[in-house]
């Protein structure tokens, strides 16, 4: 794929990635509203946010073999118009389970995309220091734009309803589908990596399935049978994922890539920085505005940091890529986003500039992290397996930040249940569920009463983000114990 605009190339399929990631995130300021208007329970509130992550995770590995087969551009124009369509039906959602079909929707098309992403701008980046620095941008954005998410929902709705957050996509849609076909080069097209719709129905499945079951386990009195049984099929699901790949002529996924030590460091590192990001900016979020009381601008304003930090970080650590090895650049990178989570944990009931610098330290940490993770899976895999390797990536991430928002969300509603009964539930059995819910019943009881609910549930919330914090710090620092051992750092 050859092109005399190469920068002009990564600033079209930087925007439609943009789209992509704020997608994931946009939602986190609209939650408390949008669960008032469409009255969803807790857990339709997380599967609004997990349908979109799940689906894309599920269809990103038949998607990348798609993309090598047919041709990249096809592929991301294909994705532009069904992205487009699916936004149009979120924005008018009248109900939680039409905006959660019409998040799978999105997803669907937003798996078309992001391998083509990737794979276009390895193929129109000959020199590898270009390269670097074009996959750094790639990452700040996907990064930045997955940490603005929350700004952007919150400049939307203080104007407008909340389906704004969706509908703001089709202009730029409308716009860059004519950019995409005159601008980016069409590629070569080779057949062999055939789509296999079985494999990737497969690990759709097993996602879901142990989805769920986290879900089921993360509740204070989890029902076995709710936990075993997807639980069961989701590890048979992924097994017979896995045994497929390996006997297949054409797999979707080369599982011979992990054993190169820097790719497998890649990909524990995106999945690790994604889940962090996700899983945080949701609980963080909500926090800023149940308890804080802000806005939903306010809440994005304040944490601006962390997508500040990161547009920065980004391109800085493709630069530096050059000259330091990519484990280093990963486990420092780590190492800087731990000590963020730690330093919010110990301040978020405390002085603004201490919240504000950890986030600044977050995002500096993640913005970092996934450039190096995104370039050690890409540039140690062949040139052939372009798609391949950036359906991998992406995989990551989007597998990452579905097992944040489902593991770090879930064990919030956990905790935050748990402690509500314990500090003595009021009588109202339905504010046990979430603060947002405590929040409608106080609404519906007397004063007194009322204050009892709200005072019993912040209570809860809070100690629920405690755990949530220090659970997050503990992951971090296990990924950078991991990454440095397989950089032989350590």
């Known amino acids: 794929m050859q092109t005399r605009s190469p920068w002009l190339v990564l600033a079209i399929v930087s925007t439609a990635l943009f789209l992509i990631v704020v997608d994931m995130t946009v939602l986190y300021t609209a939650l408390p509203r949008l669960t008032q208007d469409l009255r969803a329970t807790a857990v339709e509130k997380l599967w609004i946010v997990n349908a979109y992550s799940l689906v894309v995770a599920g269809l990103l590995p038949g998607s990348g073999a798609l993309g090598d087969r047919f041709g990249h551009r096809r592929m991301f124009v294909i994705g532009l118009v069904i992205f487009g369509v699916a936004s149009l039906i979120a924005g008018m959602a009248p109900s939680s389970t039409v905006l959660i079909g019409a998040r799978a929707l999105l997803a669907v098309g937003a798996a078309a995309m992001m391998p083509a992403t990737l794979s276009i701008i390895r193929h129109s980046f000959e020199d590898p220091a270009q390269r670097s620095l074009a996959i750094g941008v790639w990452a700040a954005v996907a990064s930045g734009g997955a940490a603005i998410g929350p700004l952007m929902g919150g400049i939307l709705l203080e104007h407008f309803h909340w389906g704004a957050v969706f509908l703001v996509n089709l202009p730029i849609v409308a716009l860059a589908i004519p950019l995409t076909l005159h601008y980016v080069p069409r590629g070569t097209s080779g057949g062999g990596h055939p789509f296999d719709p079985v494999g990737s129905v497969m690990i759709l499945i097993g996602l879901i399935s142990l989805t769920l079951a986290i879900k089921e386990i993360a509740k204070p009195q989890p029902g076995w049978a709710g936990f075993a049984l997807p639980a069961v099929i989701g590890v048979a699901a992924v097994w017979l994922f896995i045994r497929r790949q390996r006997r297949g002529p054409h797999p979707m996924i080369d ?236």
């Open 255 to 490: 599982l011979a890539l992990f054993r190169d030590t820097r790719f497998a460091a890649g990909v524990i590192g995106a999945i690790s920085s994604a889940a962090v990001l996700m899983g945080l900016e949701l609980v963080i979020s909500q926090r800023l505005q149940l308890v804080a009381a802000m806005t939903p601008l306010q809440a994005g304003l304040f944490i601006l940091p962390i997508p500040l930090a990161s547009f920065v970080a980004g391109p800085l650590a493709g630069v530096l890529l050059g000259r330091i090895e990519t484990g280093k650049v990963l486990t420092w990178s780590f190492a800087l986003t731990a000590l963020g989570v730690a330093g919010y944990t110990l301040s978020f009931d405390g002085q603004a500039w201490a919240q504000l610098t950890s986030f600044a330290a977050i995002g500096g940490g993640i913005g970092a992290a996934m450039t190096a993770a995104s370039s050690a899976i890409m540039l140690n895999a062949p040139a052939h397996r372009a798609g391949m390797a950036a359906s991998i990536e992406e995989v990551s991430y989007e597998l990452g930040g579905a097992l944040g928002v489902a593991l770090l969300g879930s064990l919030m509603s956990g905790v935050y249940t748990a402690a509500y009964l314990a500090g003595g539930d009021p009588g109202a059995a339905m504010a046990a569920d979430s603060l947002d819910q405590a929040m409608l019943v106080a609404e519906t009881l007397p004063h007194e009463q009322a204050a009892q609910i709200l005072s019993t549930a912040t209570a809860a919330f809070e100690r629920s983000v405690s755990v949530v914090m220090m659970v997050s710090t503990a992951i971090l620092i296990a990924a950078t114990l991991w990454i440095a051992r397989l950089s032989r750092i350590i």
